[in-house]
């Protein structure tokens, strides 16, 4: 993320589709999709909407204060300050290109795998694994994480949970210590 040149509006747009990928974990389309309607303020902090996630649920969740900044900071670069008069279908993802035709039209799911690959080098979906991590590594259960994700199953969730597993033991120093073992 620290790649990311925000003093331009791309690095603005782009730092803040990253940190709502990364810090949310929803899907590619869910994310693309939002609209001005999807966004709410409430004390610094904004909470997206994302309609029709998998099995036509929809999803909320509450940014922090950084990444409701970094949304802030995209919308405000490119819409102006007076948000309050947008039109609810505007987009929150458009392309900066310069061709006339394209520019301020939607950023598809194409424009945004770009963005990923740009940055992280990634596949789009990999974020939602980056996000599974990091909420196990800060603590969540994965019940907490099943609830993040949308999925139905527990079993679904320990996939993305297993990323974490390695074949090191952390625990064999001490075992072998105990067991006199050298």
């Known amino acids: 993320m620290q790649k990311i040149d ?8 782009d730092y803040a589709l990253l940190a709502i990928l990364l810090n949310t974990g929803r899907r590619l389309k869910e994310v ?3 609209e001005w309607r999807h966004v709410r303020f409430k004390d610094h902090r ?3 909407t994302f309609e029709h996630c998998k099995r036509d649920k929809t999803m909320i969740d509450m940014l922090n204060v950084g990444n409701s900044k970094a949304l802030l900071t995209w919308l405000n670069a490119y819409y ?14 458009v392309t900066l290109s310069r061709n006339s035709e394209q520019a301020g039209q ?11 690959g740009k940055y ?7 974020t939602r694994h980056t996000f599974s991590q ?16 949308g999925h139905e199953s527990l079993a679904t969730t320990g996939m993305y949970a297993r990323a974490l597993s390695s074949d ?10 105990m067991l006199d073992i050298q």
Not at 106 to 116: A, D, F, T, Y
């Open 46 to 48: 904004i909470t997206l």
């Open 6 to 13: 925000r003093s331009t509006d791309l690095g603005k747009r």
């Open 106 to 116: 939607l950023l598809g799911i194409q424009g945004i795998q770009q963005v990923c």
């Open 32 to 34: 693309a999709s939002l």
């Open 80 to 93: 102006g300050s007076d948000l309050a008069n947008l039109d609810e279908h505007a987009l929150l993802w």
């Open 120 to 126: 992280l080098e990634v596949h789009t979906h990999i």
């Open 168 to 177: 090191e033991n952390p625990h064999a120093d001490k075992i072998a210590d």
């Open 134 to 149: 990091l909420m196990i590594r800060a603590g969540a259960t994965l019940p907490e994480l099943q609830s993040r994700l």
